[in-house]
């Protein structure tokens, strides 16, 4: 696979655009701006989401989409989650005419982490119901603890590749993978994108809880408890119980809850320090997907029928005002229980 379009100009599509042309893989990413677009392909860095790594001069850089994606191998999507359906419908008009063609793109990877409003629909899932048809059995999803500045700089990272067909696991495995970017596979595809999404909810409830001044006990306790929760929805979704305890649950969930660089867990701050939700998400151009997915996560519970008592109280602190004081006494206030059983239940 030599020809590879990266959709989303943000710090992790920059960074796996840089990840892949290192490895002499010709590599276009695409920026939705077209001054933007400018700006960086002529400066060489992207110094509004990247700042500090030269992006290599053989790396493409454009704002038409088509040329992202026409007689590409692979197509990576790594746009925000709200806005990867229009994204796969640009697509989808742009593969209209090569619908039977042999050409077609051997895999159509997402990288983005979130679950859809309106829908409660996965990435993929979107992918799926956008796309030609005859691209549904080449989907898959890319997952796990990875700070994007850290990728960039060549610090070991591991993280997931999931596909639903192992030959397809495989194949973007050996794309991916560098002597410091360790890519796993799985079949699950599923739990690999609930655990990517989910993990942003706990990390805003983290943040909460340190900007309220509360130490590392609880911390350790929303950790765990958080991911008693995302094991709940994921099974009673069809995934195995096994992918949370990996790099796309437990391993993605400790960084965002712990890091510094999760931008949920800054949002998370912001909140248990005092401030609304309006003046946190005015402040940044950084996009926190945690804060729309506790809405998706939120909905889920309440239609699958799934205990998420920590998810509840970030989706009321985020969209019906409840202080988060308020929040905490309503988790601490829970009937006592049983701690493996309550996992299933």
């Not at 700042?51 to 790594?78: M, R």
């Not at 909810?201 to 006990?217: C, E, H, P, R, W």
């Not at 949370?244 to 969930?253: P, Q, R």
């Not at 729309?292 to 309440?302: C, D, F, P, Q, V």
Request: aromatic residues 4%; positive net charge; glycine residues 8%.
């Amino acid at each position: 696979m030599k020809r590879i379009g990266v959709l989303g100009a943000g710090s992790w599509g920059t960074t796996l655009a840089v990840l892949l042309a290192n490895k002499k893989i010709k590599t276009v990413l695409w920026a939705r701006n077209q001054e933007f677009a400018k700006q960086i392909r002529k400066s060489r860095e992207n110094k509004s989401y990247l700042p500090g790594i030269e992006l290599p001069v053989t790396l493409e850089i454009t704002s038409d989409i088509a040329k992202a994606v026409l007689n590409k191998e692979v197509i990576l999507f790594v746009v925000p989650s709200h806005g990867l359906r229009k994204v796969a419908k640009q697509i989808a008009m742009a593969l209209s005419d090569f619908t039977q063609s042999p050409n077609l793109p051997y895999a159509l990877v997402s990288a983005s982490k979130g679950i859809e409003n309106r829908t409660l629909l996965t990435m993929t899932e979107i992918m799926k119901e956008v796309l030609p048809s005859r691209l549904s059995g080449r989907l898959a999803a890319l997952s796990g603890p990875s700070f994007a500045q850290e990728v960039a700089s060549s610090i070991p990272t591991a993280i997931t590749m999931a596909a639903s067909e192992h030959r397809l696991c495989t194949g973007l495995q050996d794309l991916f993978t560098t002597e410091t970017f360790r890519v796993y596979t799985s079949l699950d595809l599923m739990g690999v994108q609930l655990g990517g999404a989910l993990k942003n909810v706990m990390a805003i409830a983290s943040g909460i809880s340190d900007g309220m001044g509360f130490g590392t006990n609880t911390r350790a306790a929303l950790i765990t408890r958080g991911l008693a929760e995302m094991s709940r929805l994921g099974m009673r979704l069809g995934a195995n119980p096994l992918t949370f305890a990996g790099l796309a649950g437990l391993g993605d969930l400790v960084l965002t809850c712990t890091g510094d660089l999760s931008r949920n867990r800054q949002v998370g701050l912001k909140l248990g320090q005092g401030q609304s939700i309006e003046n946190i998400l005015k402040e940044t151009s950084m996009i926190a997907e945690g804060v729309k997915t506790a809405s998706s996560a939120y909905a889920m519970a309440e239609k699958y029928k799934v205990d998420m008592p920590i998810t509840n109280q970030v989706y009321k602190v985020l969209y019906e005002g409840l202080d988060p004081k308020d929040a905490v006494n309503e988790l601490l206030k829970r009937p006592p229980r049983q701690e493996l059983m309550d996992v299933l239940v």
